[in-house]
């Protein structure tokens, strides 16, 4: 899904710290890269315990889902107040990057309650999309899809993303009338199709 909410609409206070203000500037000027190594300098030093939020952020603007899923999993560890309603709008394209559908789908709801308009607006449209996604009965290769993406995340050492594909794989089994595994056993029939 494109999004309109560019680096200007984020972040849009500068934060207190001397890397988190760099940070901010370069991600409203859409410098991502810049952006990133600024709030992971921030993130180090401990100036602040909000910007591992900002690094996750950070890394879903750049397109990196999995490492954005596994910082924003770092981020409400550390720091379950430091997020926001933009920040959970971040956290939910980053879920759809990855195609976890209710996961984007929760974090859409936590950014809808807090939310100004325009990401109000934006949530609202996406969860309209994910709707017609999540109406559907998912096939069997659906849910074996997810359930061998959660070995391989593991097999990465990249457990939150790990979880979130099982707890998705999960979510979905009991949405068809079989409960075809439900209990989460693996299944003689994997596949590498997407669903």
């Known amino acids: 899904m494109a999004l309109a909410l560019a680096g200007a609409a984020a972040l849009a206070a500068p934060p207190s710290t001397p890397h988190l203000r760099a940070g901010a500037e370069h ?111 998912p096939s069997r290769a659906t849910v074996d899809w997810y359930f061998e993406r959660a070995r391989e995340a593991e097999a990465r050492s990249q457990l939150a993303l790990a979880a979130a594909y099982r707890r998705e794989a999960a979510a979905l089994a009991r949405r068809r009338q079989d409960c075809y595994r439900c209990d989460g056993t693996a299944s003689a029939v994997h596949t590498s199709q997407a669903p």
């Open 27 to 137: 991600f409203r000027s859409g410098r991502f890269e810049e952006a990133l190594v600024e709030f992971r300098v921030s993130d180090t030093l401990g100036e602040a315990t909000d910007a591992s939020w900002y690094v996750a952020a950070t890394l879903t603007k750049l397109g990196r889902a999995e490492e954005a899923h596994e910082a924003f999993a770092q981020a409400e560890r550390r720091s379950p107040g430091g997020r926001d309603a933009l920040l959970d709008f971040y956290r939910a394209l980053a879920c759809h990057q990855l195609r976890l559908y209710t996961c984007a789908d929760a974090a859409l709801v936590a950014a809808g309650t807090r939310a100004g308009p325009t990401v109000a607006g934006h949530a609202a449209k996406m969860r309209a999309e994910l709707m017609t996604v999540l109406r559907a009965e």
